[in-house]
């Protein structure tokens, strides 16, 4: 039998108890009925979560891009791979089919190897979201360069910290970027950023605005004149299963950013099976995840995952508020999108719209709706289902990180009922285990600790790039032989899990535990509040006090803020309990957030706690000048 696509909630449960009690079993059988191989492997899994080392099929050999593309050729070869929608929607959109995309990745390889790039190499892509993107990323693969894709929103120092830490000999860039109605120079960025590099041999640029740009001899290389040039097959470099094949950086609580190394047929494995599941993907529908490339959903989840399923998936360069924010449901109904992942900032962004944009469009092909990277809060997730997916798509809320690879707690669509806010079950052969202070493992259900992964699954970061030490003291240290997430999470009495926040953001208010997601769920339900933040900051009598950073609607409101600081904590009061009101309530423009738009809780803690002098950088924020505005209105 296959257990391939499953279907069913019985069937969940069968998959999940065979894949728990014989792993190797169980991935040997996937890997070998659903994937390419060169050479099958010997062994199927060995681990040692003490040194730590994880491996997972040794001794076979593989090419990620001849099951992403090669393999397809015959039965899809005409089929639409990617749909390339631009940022200007007069802009015509790009049908990419799989034959198309074999060629362009083909030409591509043989100009990287053509300057000299080399199976182990590293090469850094900083572009912005437009073919050439995945293109890069595959044809990297497809010689065994080990890409670094760094998103092309962050600065020249955020680049060169990248550029140096693994001594990347290439960048692959644009002349510059188009974010809703502005141009980005990214050949400026990319050139300020390499007079601190030293390990840059050449540069490759992509024509996208027709700027006018320097180029420097010798170093760096218009794209196209070499994409005509180059030969349109290339043979696929041969892999062993646990070679990298890629680096992607994600940024710690401290010190400089860890570059998570992915590794080959584990990582290929997982990302495939999670996309063919969790989204219920069927042959023809299209398949649309908004997050960039330069982020791992973009790496699993735009690449990666669909493309080896044979799926068609659309990239888009723009912004959900460009030209206006019914762009997202223009595209939607363009491509008649049947699957559609976005992140909760996003819903929350476009629910602050109202629904006349939403009213606007034909949204009937959506089946099925997902969301990822931060805890959705109840009013987002009614919002997505009720006027998104009319209540008749799933909404998958998919928990999972940079180091995980791919996807870890959630849904299967149709097969798992949803419950808002939990990102329920844990995916086919993930184990987790809710840890206390004291690292002992709480069993049972309606229990909540700390998040850790008792047994290893075949896409898990391998290593932190240069520093083994600093993987194994992060994520294998805390707890004695287990994968620590940093995120807490409550187990309900069905064992469906909630992701409350990284445990970073616990606050202990006389003596309780706070998360802060439950409390801004219940301050994000009254009606004049778009968005907020809770941090801790001390208090003589409690340890720690509630601060709350509330943005409101209206930026106008004109209504006294003291009875809406009084509703709120009314509010607050009702859901949680008189302990969880806060005690300061500053209300802001905006929230700092990262350019994933994760809400930045320690640089607010740091303003609420009176340390302004400790920020550290808020250069890689997407929004820097909120941080002086809430400077200066601190209560
Ligand atoms: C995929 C991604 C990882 C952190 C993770 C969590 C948070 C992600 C959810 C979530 C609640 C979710 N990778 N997170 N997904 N929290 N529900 N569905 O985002 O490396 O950038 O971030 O994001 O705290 O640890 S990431």
């Given amino acids: 039998m296959s257990n391939y696509h499953i279907k069913h909630l019985e069937e969940y449960y069968q998959v999940y108890r065979k894949s728990v009690r014989n792993p190797e079993v169980f991935w040997e059988e996937i890997a070998e009925e659903h994937f390419l191989w060169r050479k099958k492997w010997d062994k199927v899994l060995s681990w040692d979560f003490k040194k730590p080392k994880v491996k997972w099929f040794e001794g076979a050999e593989l090419n990620i891009t001849e099951n992403c593309i090669d393999r397809h050729l015959y039965t899809r070869g005409d089929k639409t791979a990617i749909i390339f929608e631009p940022n200007n929607k007069e802009d015509e959109a790009e049908h990419i089919t799989y034959k198309q995309l074999h060629e362009r990745v083909c030409r591509f390889a043989n100009v990287l190897l053509d300057k000299g790039i080399k199976k182990g190499d590293r090469v850094c892509i900083y572009l912005p979201m437009i073919p050439e993107l995945a293109i890069a990323t595959l044809a990297c ?42 141009t980005i120079d990214l050949k400026g960025i990319v050139d300020e950023a390499l007079e601190d590099c030293t390990t840059i041999e050449s540069v490759l640029v992509a024509k996208r605005i027709n700027s006018d740009v320097q ?24 892999m062993k299963a646990e070679d990298p094949l890629f680096i992607l950086y994600t940024s710690g609580s401290t010190g400089k950013p860890k570059g998570m190394v992915h590794t080959t047929a584990g990582y290929m494995v997982y990302t495939a099976y999670t996309f063919k599941n969790v989204f219920q993907y069927t042959e ?108 008749k798509a799933p909404i998958v809320d998919t928990w999972w990180q940079t180091e995980t690879g791919g996807i870890m707690i959630s849904p299967i669509a149709f097969a798992t009922p949803t419950k808002p806010t939990y990102a329920t079950l ?29 047994f290893p699954w075949p896409s898990m970061a391998r290593t932190i790039w240069g520093n083994h030490q600093r993987y194994k003291e992060t994520y294998f240290s805390a707890y004695d032989n287990m994968y620590f997430t940093g995120d807490g999470a409550l187990r309900d009495e069905v064992g469906y899990y909630r992701i409350t926040g990284r445990v970073d953001d616990v606050i202990i208010v006389s003596g309780h535990n706070l998360g802060t997601a439950p409390i801004e769920d219940a301050i994000n339900e009254h009606p004049a509040v778009a ?101 200066d209105n601190v209560l």
Wanted: glycine share 8%; aromatic share 8%.
């Fill in 141 to 182: 693969a497809r010689i065994g360069a080990i890409h670094s894709v760094v998103f092309a929103g962050f600065s020249s120092t955020a680049l060169a910290t990248r550029i140096n830490d693994s001594e990347c000999k290439m960048v692959i860039t644009s002349d510059g970027s188009y974010r809703g109605p502005k």
């Fill in 426 to 454: 844990p995916f086919i052969g993930v184990q987790p285990a809710l840890m206390d202070e004291k690292g002992t493992e709480i069993k049972g259900n309606q229990v909540d600790g700390r998040l850790c992964i008792k």
């Fill in 284 to 391: 023809n529908d299209v398949y649309w995840c908004t997050a960039d490339i330069g982020w791992i959903t973009g790496h699993s989840y735009i690449v990666y995952g669909p493309l080896c399923n044979g799926a068609t998936t659309v990239m888009f360069e723009g912004v959900p508020s460009y030209p206006d924010f019914g762009r997202f449901w223009e595209i939607v109904e363009k491509h008649k999108v049947n699957q559609f992942y976005t992140a909760p900032t996003a819903i929350r962004a476009l629910a602050k719209e109202g629904i006349d944009h939403l009213e606007k469009h034909n949204l009937s092909s959506i089946k099925v709706l997902g969301t990822v990277g931060e805890p959705i809060n109840e009013e987002a997730w009614h919002w997505y289902d009720d006027n998104v997916g009319k209540k």
């Fill in 215 to 238: 180029m420097k001899a010798d170093r760096d290389y218009w794209l196209q004149p070499l994409l005509d040039d180059a030969y349109s097959d290339c043979v696929p470099e041969i």
């Fill in 531 to 631: 968005e907020s933040a809770i941090v801790g900051f001390p208090h003589d009598v409690k340890g720690n006090a509630l601060y709350g950073y509330v943005t409101l609607k209206e930026t106008g409101e004109s209504r006294n803020h003291d009875n809406l600081r009084k509703e709120i904590n009314q509010l607050i009061t009702e859901q949680i309990g008189p302990i969880a009101k806060l005690n300061k309530i500053q209300f802001t423009n905006g929230l700092p957030k990262t350019r994933s738009g994760k809400i930045m809780r320690r640089i607010l803690r740091k303003i609420a706690c009176n340390e302004t002098d400790q920020l550290g950088d808020t250069s890689t924020l997407l929004n820097p000048e909120v941080v002086q505005d809430i400077m």
